[in-house]
């Protein structure tokens, strides 16, 4: 069962379109966070949102976490190539040590110039 | 800091045969997991350690041991591959002892099996 669903699965868009990617589950995570992936390379952490409700700005991203805490979103602005790759997120359902990733299968990002 | 590495890069292996792909961190971080990759579907925590001499199992498990000896080096160890363990792992440390905090991967290990 797949705890995190994202959509959409893969988008192609132009240089400087707006675009959201989405990230939904009926589960409550404890705090949810966004990561990028490049071709060949790991992840690598974008954001951590904890508190429903909650809006972080990166730039030109900016990343909600749902009031209930079952749903994110990542807004990109004017996108551009650099911005290509996997968006991953994933979700954590307990604050304390002994805790456990789930990730989504996540969004296939290009940006064509 | 050299953060998260991971070796080797790249291995072929046969069907029946063992191996150990490495992971080590420099950062003295205590919580570390090993996770594969594969197309469409995401990544899959294999097992995890919130310390040394501690280790747990995680949602895909099954096929491969790990244990934590030290702070620094969580290997992870497939005892007999087969087909089905073809993929990309991705090991990982996180900076403390909270899922909010950052957590780093390494460069992965492209395994195929044949």
């Known amino acids: 069962t797949q705890l995190l669903e994202q959509s959409p699965q893969f988008l192609s868009i132009q240089e400087g379109e707006n675009l959201t990617v989405y990230c939904n589950s009926s589960?409550?995570?404890?705090?949810l966070q966004w990561y990028r992936q490049e071709p060949g390379e790991g992840p690598v952490l974008l954001v951590t949102v904890v508190t429903g409700g909650e809006v972080k700005k990166l730039k030109r991203l900016t990343f909600q976490f749902g009031d209930a805490r079952k749903d994110s979103s990542l807004h990109i602005t004017a996108a551009q190539p650099g911005d290509t790759g996997l968006y991953l997120c994933a979700g954590a359902r307990s604050g304390g040590s002994n805790y456990k990733l789930t990730f989504g299968k996540g969004t296939l990002l290009t940006v064509n110039p | 800091n050299a953060g998260v590495t991971q070796t080797p890069k790249f291995q072929v292996l046969k069907t029946g045969q063992s191996m150990t792909l490495q992971c080590a961190q420099d950062m003295n971080h205590e919580y570390m997991s090993w996770y594969r990759q594969d197309p469409g579907m995401g990544l899959r925590l294999i097992h995890y350690?919130?310390?040394?001499?501690?280790?747990d199992q995680g949602e895909v498990p099954n096929g491969y041991n790990v244990s934590r000896s030290t702070t620094e080096d969580f290997p992870l160890r497939l005892l007999s591959a087969a087909p089905s363990q073809t993929s990309v792992y991705f090991c990982?440390?996180?900076?403390?002892?909270?899922?909010?905090?950052?957590?780093?991967f390494g460069p992965g290990t492209r395994l195929t099996v044949l």
């Open positions: 589960s409550v995570f404890s705090s």
């Open positions: 990982a440390s996180n900076s403390g002892k909270k899922p909010t905090d950052t957590q780093y």
């Open positions: 350690s919130v310390g040394a001499g501690i280790t």
